[in-house]
Structure formats: C-alpha cells, structure tokens
C-alpha cells in the first residue's frame, strides 16, 4: 500500500499559479505512472496528468498548456505546477498512479479560483 500526501492548494484569483505537490509513503512509487485527479463539486473524479518513471507527460485537454506535471523519484514526490488558473480549475486535487488508481487516495489539497 502507498499513501499519499498532497498540499500545495489555495485561494487564488483566475490568471493565478499554484504548485501542488506529492509526497508518496514508498519508493516502490518511482516505478509506477503517477497522475494528478481532481475532483470538482458534483463531479467525478478526473485524470488531468500524468507522467510515466521516466519522464514521458500527458495531459487532459482542459489543462494543456497550462500544466506541468513532474516528479522527483528520489524524494518519492510529485509536482503539479498550475498557471493561467481559472474558475473551471477550481477542484479537490488528488495523486495517485495513473492512468489507473491502484491505491488509496489521501486527502487531496482545495485548488479554488475566484475574483
């Protein structure tokens, strides 16, 4: 089992940046694809990046060009770097290996994008 501790989230207003971040219970984590969920009121729980052990990203089309995922294996972390935010973003953002969850999820960080 790995759990997962994401922080990072805010307040933010639209145009603004955040940096989640990740930190995975064991290394056993740098072998898997990690991806970023969010999950907005109402919704369901959406992949909107991930990133393979070595590198290779993908993301969601409502994110692309505005995210950067990466990941620090050594450190069994993961990063989420969030520009151009708007209020569409506004969700419980989770981690979690991708493109299937084969773990419990952590508590998530509250990314909220208002004026």
């Known amino acids: 089992q790995v759990q997962f501790v994401e922080s990072g989230g805010g307040l933010v207003p639209p145009g603004g940046s955040l940096r989640l971040s990740c930190a995975a219970s064991?290394?056993?984590?740098?072998?898997?694809?990690m991806g970023w969920y969010r999950q907005a009121p109402g919704k369901q729980r959406e992949l909107v990046a991930s990133?393979?052990?070595?590198?290779?990203?993908n993301y969601a089309d409502s994110v692309k060009g505005r995210v950067t995922i990466s990941r620090d294996n050594a450190l069994k972390t993961g990063y989420l770097q969030m520009n151009s935010l708007k209020p569409e973003d506004t969700a419980v953002y989770y981690c979690?290996?991708?493109?299937?969850?084969?773990w419990g999820w952590g508590q998530g960080t509250q990314v909220t994008v208002s004026s």
């Open positions: 979690n290996s991708a493109p299937r969850s084969v």
């Open positions: 064991r290394s056993i984590f740098a072998i898997y694809q």
């Open positions: 990133i393979t052990p070595g590198g290779s990203t």
